[in-house]
């Protein structure tokens, strides 16, 4: 997922980015571009199509108000104008977004094998992420550890590493409760 950098230097996930604080007058003239670009009859262009994604965004105030679905439909015409390994797993979790995580789990899990995406830290840190939206910790927990692994960048691999560790929290305290109801009856 796209991300930000805290006050620190960490990363920030897309969903957790407090977007009253990004800047609406850039914002704006990205906007107002975008809209030039495609009265010019460029609007099927990489730049243009990537441009009309981050406006996807930037038009939504709150995550829950993004329009998944078109952000799915714009990476679909990039994949043709473009195609790239890392524009898949972008559209797989844009997919996931709008259909479900299953959805997006199919799409990522067909790019395993892609031998450009073999040491991307972000072919695994996307699938657990789809783990833990299915209710799988254990395999979510394998997959930040992985992510985590394969990124030379330290905040990088802390963000994974802190993922792993909420992960396996979460199996935890589902076999914990799984063994306390299973005396009872």
Not at 55 to 70: K, L, Q, S
Request: net charge neutral.
């Amino acid at each position: 997922m796209p991300r930000n950098s805290g006050p620190a230097g960490a990363p920030v996930l897309l969903l957790d980015q407090d977007r009253a604080r990004w800047d609406r007058l850039l914002i704006n003239r990205g906007l107002a571009a975008l809209a030039r670009a495609e009265d010019l009859g460029g609007a099927r262009g990489p730049y243009a199509l990537q441009a009309a994604i981050a406006a996807c965004h930037a038009r939504a105030f709150r995550p829950e108000d993004t329009d998944w679905p078109r952000i799915a439909g714009l990476y679909a015409i990039l994949a043709d104008v473009l195609p790239s390994p890392v524009i898949e797993l972008n559209r797989a979790v844009a997919v996931s977004m709008a259909f479900g995580p299953q959805a997006g789990l199919d799409m990522v899990d067909a790019l395993a094998a892609e031998p450009a995406l073999q040491g991307y830290h972000l072919l695994p840190s996307v699938r657990g992420d789809l783990l833990m939206k299915l209710g799988r910790p254990d395999e979510a927990r394998a997959e930040f550890e992985r992510a985590a692994a394969l990124t030379r960048n330290a905040q990088e691999r802390e963000l994974s590493a802190g993922r792993a560790r909420s992960a396996e929290a979460q199996a935890s305290s589902g076999r914990r409760a799984d063994g306390a109801g299973a005396g009872a009856g």
